[in-house]
């Protein structure tokens, strides 16, 4: 196909094909939408997000299922199948040309729903990118396109996945850019916007529009020295927690030579155990963060909550469970930028305040944790419609993001998650001879 086509062709196909892939990627995120619900509409009359409003025998035994079930489901399987997440995208695409098996997606798919479900610490978007780049992938392999044509569509699938799940096409594209092929392609950017662009109106035609929290205003920030010194210690804030985060999986990378069935086991207990005394953590946790933009106080002290989140999500993710890390650095991020609010102004931070340093921090944690300041800032903005916040945030992110790589020599999550592994994190170096590669 690639001699019969010339560049016009080429990239009218990508372009149509492309869209099918963003729609692909749509429908895919509405049905795990749909899926998570039916818990929600089990037990917790319709609210995905209530799980703290259970009986606490129902609290401890949602996540103690779930892992027991993901135990199950994992252990028929054989190991190459059971290797997913956004990490195992970028390796694919440095090692593999881009070829995405298919059962690595549709395991990808099945477990991140047991999980989701059982209230586990993570979120679907990793996921989605997985699915969506498998959906990618499978269609350029279909279709017998060049090397150079399969990582356009599988980028198309990734943009589509973000954009699906919180409704940010832009967002989608630069999180393709930045986070899975680490640099900006011109030749790529028709097709993914378009991707993005149709994935997202999907989404919005079957779920409606997707709001992770609601607030009436932010405030309009004043740069002056107290302003400053405030947006400094969050960033500071964010950099140490970022750091906590990743050093936390790090540690628990070195284990997971333990058998499947213990370290899953292991997260059910612990998260059972968070679940009977600070419930707040348990799934997404965005209902936490809604309720103290609504001026509500939480049935635990914040900084509990935030640290039980952050060290939750962490286990959970370093022990192998396969989930997402981009919602839960949302909200471990708009916490972190509440607590630093209400620090900073000693009981003075109204509610458009908060709001503001919330939304601060849920893009600077983002940013930092995968090294993508635009793909932060512009999600953010898409999902709030708050242009105001654009100059404070850009202050915000590129000083968390220049303390994490300078002072605590770290890179994305995902970049370093490949480096332990022995594997080459740029995904923009191609390996055109397999045979060449001594794999891990």
């Known amino acids: 196909m690639q001699q019969r086509l010339n560049a016009s062709d080429a990239l009218l196909l990508l372009s149509l094909v492309g869209i099918c892939v963003g729609v692909a990627c749509a429908l895919s995120m509405v049905l795990l939408h749909w899926l998570l619900h039916l818990p929600a509409l089990l037990f917790m009359e319709g609210n995905i997000e209530g799980f703290e409003d259970l009986p606490i025998l129902l609290r401890v035994l ?15 399987l054989p190991k190459k199948w059971q290797k997913v997440g956004v990490p195992y995208v970028i390796e694919r695409l440095n090692y593999h040309k881009g070829n995405l098996p298919l059962m690595n997606g549709l395991v990808q798919f099945i477990s991140a729903g047991i999980a989701l479900m059982g209230g586990l610490s993570i979120g679907k978007e990793g996921p989605a990118v997985h699915v969506g780049a498998t959906f990618g992938s499978r269609i ?27 409704q940010t096409p832009l967002a989608g594209v630069l999180f393709a ?32 529009p997707i709001t992770l929290f609601s607030f009436d205003r932010v405030a309009v920030l004043v740069l002056n020295a107290d302003t400053i010194m405030a947006l400094l210690f969050l960033s500071l804030a964010v950099a140490l927690l970022a750091g906590v985060f990743f050093r936390t999986q790090e540690l628990l990378w070195r284990v997971n030579h333990w058998p499947l069935a ?12 968070c679940a009977a005394f600070v419930p707040e953590v348990l799934g997404a946790g965005y209902d936490s963060l809604e309720r103290l933009l609504a001026g509500v106080e939480l049935t635990h002290i914040l900084i509990v909550v935030l640290l039980t989140k952050v060290l939750l999500t962490a286990f959970t993710i370093g022990l192998g469970i396969p989930g997402g890390m981009t919602g839960p650095t949302f909200l471990m991020g708009g916490l972190i930028g509440v607590q630093v609010a ?3 102004f000693a009981g003075e931070a109204d509610l458009e305040v908060i709001s503001l340093f919330a939304l601060l921090g849920m893009s600077a944690m983002m940013a930092t944790s995968f090294q993508a300041p635009l793909t932060g800032l512009i999600a953010i903005v898409e999902m709030t419609h708050s242009p105001e916040i654009v100059l404070p945030a850009m202050l915000v992110i590129a000083t968390s993001c220049v303390i994490t790589r300078v002072v605590f020599k770290q890179d994305s999550i995902f970049v370093e ?24």
């Open 262 to 273: 213990w370290r899953f086991m292991l997260v059910g207990v612990v998260t059972a155990i």
């Open 177 to 208: 850019l930045e986070v899975i092929f680490l640099e900006y392609q011109i030749a790529i950017i028709l097709p993914v916007i378009l991707s993005a662009v149709f994935s997202m109106a999907v989404s919005h035609l079957l779920l409606g």
């Open 140 to 166: 350029a392999m279909r279709l017998g396109l060049p090397q150079k044509h399969v990582e356009v569509l599988v980028a198309c699938g990734v943009a589509g996945a973000i954009s699906a799940a919180f």
């Open 342 to 344: 209400l620090w900073s």
């Open 62 to 76: 949602f996540p103690l299922v779930a892992c027991f079930i993901l135990v199950l489901f994992m252990h028929y």
């Open 417 to 440: 998650r490949l480096t332990s592994l022995g594997l080459h994190s740029k995904a923009r170096i191609r390996v055109h001879n397999d045979s060449d590669i001594k794999h891990k």
